[in-house]
């Protein structure tokens, strides 16, 4: 049962090996950003579940309350921080991806090699 | 970009229904944004919400609509601002005394007041930032004529 | 104002860099952010200075104290590592745009002069903190502004490469954002001197091994340690020269400060080489990518991606000092840290100035160009006498070092590969210099010199390579104090 217990990391490792796979397997330069995206998104939901207190509640303590369990806010913080990064580097790589399509009229992978190779 | 966007302006239910939601979203922007320095919330998702209805306005009536409204010229000094304001902020605290990013002496008689104001100022430069960055990825996508 | 120095280290040109962008004007923005990379060069010299005499200078940012808050926190290693990163931006800041290969129109150079701040202002970050999930974020700063950077070269290829080096190092920025989620869940801590602390309890834990197999990688990833560098080649092939002098001289050796951080001071070098044995695996990584570097890079044709597979030897060189832990290894390391920075910096601005005559970074393109373009040649030529590791230049202090390490842990094999390795270094530069000065070129040399305003910029790099041969106090005397106090275990 303890396998069973730590669904989160099995979730987490799924999601991971997804993205990672996409990202190898794929040769669409928009897939192999998504693959990039689903696999940012994996640690991030890593990082948050973490965090989590059995029983805790949203980190906000209402006035006058004692002895109030919270879940640990750091990582959510510090996933926030993830995210925009993620949000930036998906950003830029599509930028490219736009500016390699104009050059190459094509994103597929294989396609850009052979069209590199023949420039040569 | 241009062709969708005429065709989209011409459907009546988009564009009454947008018209409608418009300010409600930049209304909600605010409160995410004004309420980040004691409850949920905060510079990030005011700014990529605010920004939101911008991008709504432009898929409806068109980039150059957007244009008219939102200039790429002020896009792109916001997004300057937005950091500036974050950063003064802390070369304020650090004139005054404190270390950087230190807003407890932002105000010199009571601390509590002064983290207050830091981090409002901090949150409003990051939702500046952040708005100001999204439109412009925004227009630097959907500007883009296909080669 | 001098506590002040840490912060400003970094907010500086972070602030500078939106500055630009409101000032807009070529000429003013080219001037301002000189003047902010020289202050920064300043700043890193005096923090270098104030370590040196009084010890670890900690800040507090926001006046939230350690571990609760971000520290950034300066001690002699890293407060090198500052002054070479500042100092290779003040000089690249100083090299002109106009007329170099990069076709950017005049009244855009405001956005690659923000770029650039801002690459160097993550690279100064992810030097000055003292917490690794900062560490992370100065990481995705700087690589962020890099890939922009590669982007602009004007060959199309210049995108693919970019696009590659943006999916390679963000797994690696993911992998250490996996491997600083192992250790704060182990100790609930993120600054670094305080997770040297706690660490050593639960050491056993797979979950601490798993850690430090995630941060080890995910940092030679940037690193372009040897099986990990596939995106270096492309990626300073077609990259501007400008940009490939600044990254290659800079991102790659703050990955090495990076690693080094991770395997001395968080883990702990009892932990990384007695219980784990990285060295069991990084000699001979090492080892190979000082063979296979220098061997691939006598068959390039480019002389871009000649020196960019010899940056993938010279990495070899440094992970080599790491593995060998011990104080003459580490401190050739940390040494060659320093001087191959100059070293490929100075030799990128070189093909920068050379590109302004010849069309093609192609090795036959360049010949004759020896009595074309004589003063920036012998640039090359001194430079490249120092990438072998000629007595009297940079790259020979590091060398003997390294092998003083091997020699001193028994392995002789190891410093006979540095040599062979060294050798190989010989026939790659040899190939270049006959080129440029023995083969006759197509038509009657006209004596076109780069501008005075490129050479200045090259042979200020290219002479402290001879300078640091000679004086070795700032760069081996550093290094080695930095190396003692590493292995030494206290911070």
Known sequence: MEILGLWNYWMVIVLMMVGLYILIARDNLVKKMMGLNIFQVSVIMFWVSIAKVRGGTAPIIPEGAEDVVYSNPLPHVLMLTAIVVGVATTGLGLALIVRIYEAYSSIEEDTLREMDRASE | MKIPAMRMREKLVVRVVSRFFIPFILLFGLYVQFHGDYGPGGGFQAGVIFAAAFFLYGLVYGLDDLQRVVPWRFVEVSLALGVLIYAGVGVASLLLGGNYLDYKVLDPHDAKHGLHLGILLVELGVGVTVSASMLAIFYAFAGRRAA | ?491
């Open chain 3, 1 to 491: 104002m001098t506590e002040h120095l840490p912060a400003l280290q970094t907010v500086l040109p972070l602030m500078a860099a939106p500055i630009c962008v409101l000032l807009r004007q070529a000429t003013l923005v080219r001037i301002f952010s000189v003047a902010v990379a020289w202050t920064c060069l300043a700043i890193a010299l005096t923090l270098l200075e104030m370590v040196s005499t009084d010890g670890p200078i900690s800040y507090a940012l926001g006046g939230w104290v350690a571990p609760l808050g971000i520290e950034y926190r300066v001690d002699l290693l890293n407060a090198y590592v500052l002054v070479l990163v500042s100092a290779i931006a003040s000089v690249v800041m100083a090299f002109p745009l106009e007329g170099s290969e990069l076709r950017i129109p005049r009244e855009r150079h405001f956005l690659f002069y923000a770029l650039l701040l801002l690459c160097i202002s993550g690279l100064l970050g992810i030097t000055i903190t003292g917490d690794l999930f900062n560490i992370f974020v100065f990481l995705e700063i700087s690589s962020l502004a890099a890939y922009a950077l590669i982007g602009l070269g004007t060959d199309r290829r210049a995108l693919t490469a970019g696009f590659s080096y943006l999916v390679m190092g963000t797994v690696g920025g993911t992998f250490i954002l996996i491997g600083t989620g192992l250790v704060y869940q182990m100790t609930g801590t993120l600054n670094i001197v305080d997770l040297a602390d706690r660490l050593p309890a639960v050491s056993g834990t797979r979950t601490v091994w798993m850690s430090f197999a995630f941060l080890v990688v995910g940092t030679s990833i940037k690193l372009a340690a040897f099986p990990l560098h596939q995106w270096l080649p492309n990626a300073y092939t077609y990259a501007p020269s400008i940009v490939t002098a600044f990254l290659s001289a800079t991102a790659t050796k703050v990955a090495y400060y990076v690693l080094i951080r991770v395997v001395f001071t968080i883990f702990g070098a009892a932990f990384v080489f007695e219980r784990v044995g990285l060295s069991n695996l990084l000699l001979p990584l090492s080892l190979i990518a000082m063979a296979v570097g220098s061997l691939a890079a006598i068959y390039q044709t480019d002389i871009k991606r000649l020196l960019a597979y010899s940056s993938i030897a010279q990495i070899g060189y440094m992970t080599l000092g790491l593995s060998l832990a011990n104080v003459d290894g580490l401190t050739g390391g940390l040494v060659h840290l320093f001087n191959h920075g100059l070293i490929k910096g100075g030799l990128f601005l070189v093909v920068a100035c050379a590109l302004l005559r010849v069309g093609s970074p192609t090795i036959e393109a360049l010949s004759g160009l020896g009595r074309r373009m004589p003063l920036t040649m012998a640039a090359f030529v001194v430079g490249g006498l120092s990438l072998i590791g000629v007595p009297g230049t940079v790259g020979f202090v590091s060398k003997w070092f390294l092998v003083l390490g091997a020699l001193d842990k028994g392995l002789y094999f190891v410093a006979f590969i540095i040599l062979a390795s060294s050798l190989l270094a010989v026939v790659y530069i040899w190939r270049v210099v006959e080129v440029m000065y023995f083969q006759s070129p197509s038509h009657a040399p006209v004596r076109e010199e780069a501008p005075l305003s490129m050479l200045i910029p090259t042979w200020v790099l290219i002479g402290s390579t001879i300078y640091f041969g000679l004086d070795t106090d700032l760069t081996a005397g550093v290094a080695n104090r930095a190396a003692q106090y590493l292995l030494g275990g206290g911070l």
